[in-house]
């Protein structure tokens, strides 16, 4: 196995989610290489980081209302431009059909 193709086994390598047949090779390369086994590191590092933290975070309480107004204003701004869009067309209100006074 090449250099390149061996550093884009390192994450499995590092998981031990890299196949058997492949972990040998990997790990002969790890061994020979400062680039890889440096990588090696940087990874378990990482996991080892996120291990860390919580499996779970709790959003703030107002953070359904936050949500909803960001969506409500949304909404608001796409009214006005459609509104703004249709009043500036050519067209006009002439898409409506007349209203007759009923008999």
Do not use: Q
């Amino acid at each position: 196995m090449t250099h390149e193709v061996i550093r884009h086994l390192l994450d499995d390598y590092v998981t031990g989610e890299l196949t058997e047949d492949a972990r040998g090779p990997v790990a002969d390369h790890i061994a020979a290489c400062e680039i890889c086994r440096a990588e090696v590191e940087s990874l378990k590092e990482i996991l080892a980081r996120a291990a860390e933290l919580p499996k779970s975070i709790d959003p703030p309480a107002d953070a359904w209302l936050n949500i909803r107004a960001a969506i409500e204003r949304d909404n608001l701004s796409h009214f006005i431009t459609e509104s703004a869009r249709y009043c500036s067309d050519d067209r006009g209100l002439a898409e409506f059909p007349p209203v007759h006074a009923a008999k």
